[in-house]
């Protein structure tokens, strides 16, 4: 068969770009290791990109050489049966691809079993698909060339040859459209509220890690709504998690090491320096518990810069008087509805009137108007003082001249030894949602209320927490 002129030979050109193309799908299918992840990935990437070229090389073909050469073609002539005989074959890429498609599932997840599976699959359809695409570029080239020369003009090959070569030479790189698609769709063009969205998602490290990307990103991970919760124990102990953790006794898993401690502090100094300024007033909870290091001068500062405050968790620690202001510098805490100072056996009578002060104004200045649109009292439900042995009856009376209680639902007060049974009456005499099973006190106390249905003394034999009865056996 004499050769066919370069330039109306619409064939051999792209058929030895789509050979080599071949030989290197081969080549590094037999050469990668399925078992390391890396190399997995990278393959998976480059087969799927290489078989891409594959069926757009056979798009570029049907659209501009066999649906042109159909058209030419005798319809009541057998040349045109041969002609669709030879069009029908299917040389197995989308079988190929299918296959591909699994592969992918598999990066990062899938076991060595899996793998080994789906390697052996693979080079089974990828040499089925080589049986029959080289014999398949032969019958094009034997059979639809010299047709393409009988049917159409030396002129119409010479534009048809350009044509072909031009739309070929961008095979390795993605479509125009595709690029435009992705540019429009990637991240970094979402809008604001979307990037937002989908950081509420992340754990406290991976937000910081997106912050530091871009500048945008820096921007946007700073957004208030993703501060709500501040965990520095979890922090402390690298557990990242978004959700407040349970109440549990955490006494015995104290954070004491010099390295913890420092972490804590690190973590403290951040939040002060980059957290509070931009988002202190969207922060709802505060829960710094069983890091015996924590300074009280520290977390003061934090809850000046957060009056929207509603759970805090400060127990087991060593913090004192100082962590809920001063006598000239008074907190505005006003939507307080836990605090949880189990173990805190250094705060005394003054943290019981600060804590007063900081979330309501008396019951005689309830008919004035309050600054800052502040509340008369805030909703308080929870308080847990168990092992607070330095409180006495002279801070719960600071607070019985407040409405503070007036939706509580959980009281602790095991090991307040000094809280006369007198007073406790007349605290839970303004507490009207208060269940007994969730009221705790000494069992020490005398004349206490609902003696006969209360729950009692919760620290006896937990030696996390301090108990008068221990001290007496």
């Known amino acids: 068969m004499p050769q066919t002129p370069e330039q109306i030979d619409l064939f051999s050109q792209p058929h030895s770009q789509m050979r080599k193309l071949v030989e290197k799908i081969n080549y590094a299918l037999h050469r990668t290791n399925f078992d390391d992840n890396i190399a997995f990935s990278k393959l998976i990437a480059s087969l799927n990109n290489s078989f891409a070229q594959l069926d757009k090389h056979e798009r570029i073909e049907i659209e501009h050489i066999v649906n042109n050469l159909s058209l030419r073609l005798p319809s009541d002539t057998s040349v045109l049966k041969e002609f669709k005989h030879h069009t029908s ?5 989308e079988q190929v691809q299918k296959i591909l498609a699994k592969g992918g599932k598999l990066i990062n997840t899938g076991q060595r079993k899996d793998r080994k599976l789906f ?12 049986k029959e695409y080289f014999p398949h570029m032969e019958e094009e080239e034997c059979i639809f060339q010299p047709l393409l020369m009988q049917y159409f003009t030396e002129n119409e090959l010479i534009q048809l040859h ?3 070569i031009e739309l070929h030479q961008t095979l390795s790189s993605p479509p125009s459209t595709r690029k435009s698609y992705d540019n429009s769709c990637h991240i970094i063009h979402a809008p604001n509220e979307v990037i937002v969205k989908i950081l509420s998602h992340l754990a406290i490290r991976d937000l910081l890690t ?5 500048k945008r990103f820096q921007i946007l991970s700073y957004t208030p709504v993703l501060w709500k919760n501040l965990h520095v124990s979890n ?9 407040i953790p349970p109440m549990i006794p955490l006494g015995k898993h ?6 913890s401690a420092e972490r804590v502090q690190t973590i403290l100094t951040f939040i002060i320096k980059k957290v509070i300024p931009l988002c202190g007033n969207s922060i ?5 518990n069983s890091i015996q290091s924590v300074r009280s001068n520290m977390l003061l500062t934090i809850l000046q810069a957060c009056p929207n ?8 620690t060593d913090i004192n008087d100082l962590v809920f202001g001063q006598p000239h510098l008074a907190l505005k805490l006003p939507n307080l509805t836990h605090i949880n100072l189990t173990n805190c056996h250094s705060i005394t009578d003054k943290t019981l009137q600060r804590i007063s002060r900081a979330i309501c104004y008396p019951s005689s200045t309830a008919n004035r108007d309050t600054p800052d649109g502040f509340n008369i009292y805030s909703p308080l439900k929870f308080l847990s003082l168990s092992g607070c042995y330095r409180l006495s009856c002279t801070g719960f009376k600071s607070m019985l001249t407040t409405r503070i209680f007036d939706d509580l639902v959980y009281l602790d007060l095991s090991g307040c030894p000094n809280v006369g049974g007198n007073v406790l009456s007349s605290l839970v005499n303004q507490c009207p949602n208060l269940d007994p099973e969730n009221l705790y006190y000494c069992d020490n106390t005398l004349d206490g209320p609902c003696a006969d249905i209360a729950s009692g003394c919760l620290n006896r034999g937990d030696s996390n927490k301090f108990c008068c009865m221990q001290m007496l056996d």
């Open 254 to 259: 104290s954070i004491d090491s010099f390295e």
């Open 284 to 288: 709802e909870s505060l829960v710094v």
């Open 119 to 130: 390697k052996r699959e693979l080079i089974r359809e990828v040499r089925v698909f080589i």
């Open 235 to 243: 922090w402390a102990n690298r557990i990242y998690t978004n959700k």
């Open 162 to 164: 350009i044509k072909i």
């Open 210 to 214: 997106v912050s530091q990307s871009c």
């Open 89 to 93: 074959g299917h040389c197995h890429l």
């Open 309 to 316: 405050i509603q759970h805090i968790d400060f127990s087991y």
